[in-house]
């Protein structure tokens, strides 16, 4: 069973009764192996979220997917499986070298390899390379520096195709974006970040606050 079983009645969340329902996946623990293994930040997305990334891509048919923030590859083959068979690509923005090269390899060894590329530098400059290119996109994953989540938004709908749907992690920072006593550059960019998902018009959005937070958005039309 997955690793977050739970033990008691005395130790059960909802996440863990879930998650405690389902079958380790051997590819998404040789992923988060392999993070461990290389010394890096063990922050992928949740598995109860993973599996609705994987759910919403394959219901809205997306084929286009656009991951900000790579990691060592969990979220992107969360993705990457809701693509239909041999159709649809993942594009990966990450800072880090050595976390792209990481993810890349995890990718290749799930055997999508040639469905996905990986851009390494500063996520605004690739998005406002890919905009500037023209290239579009169905589905966005939006889970990288938390003082940049406003900037990735904007991008992302001016980046989206209509009816695209936008996903972004850690709108709670662990119960952060909840304190007022907490006013660090992070908390305050997902405060401005929750509450200008709320009152775009330009998107349908809901929250979900299971795990550390989850926004989901779409993208009614052309920007």
């Not at 090269?101 to 690739?126: F, H, K, T, W």
Request: with cysteine; proline share 7%.
């Amino acid at each position: 069973m997955n690793d977050n079983a739970w033990n008691s009645p005395s130790e059960t969340t909802p996440e863990s009764y879930f998650d405690s329902l389902y079958e380790t996946d051997p590819e998404l623990t040789r992923i988060e192996r392999s993070i461990r293994e290389h010394g890096m930040p063990e922050i992928s997305v949740e598995p109860g979220y993973g599996r609705l990334l994987t759910l919403l891509v394959a219901a809205t048919g997306a084929r286009s997917l656009l991951e900000i923030g790579a990691l060592g590859g969990y979220s992107g083959l969360c993705l990457a499986r809701g693509l239909p068979p041999g159709e649809g690509r993942l594009t990966s923005l990450e800072l880090k070298p050595e976390f792209a090269a990481l993810a890349s390899r995890n990718l290749a060894e799930a055997g999508y390899g040639e469905r996905s590329e990986m851009i390494v530098g500063p996520a605004a400059d690739s998005l406002a390379a890919l905009e500037a290119e023209g290239r579009r996109f169905d589905f966005f994953f939006i889970d990288a520096d938390k003082e940049n989540y406003p900037v990735y938004l904007e991008f992302a709908i001016r980046l989206a195709n209509p009816r695209a749907i936008v996903a972004a992690d850690n709108t709670l920072l662990r119960g952060r974006t909840l304190n007022p006593g907490k006013q660090g550059p992070a908390v305050l960019a997902i405060r401005e970040f929750n509450k200008a998902v709320a009152s775009d018009p330009r998107l349908v959005t809901a929250h979900l606050p299971s795990y550390d937070g989850l926004l989901l958005a779409m993208v009614k039309g052309e920007a």
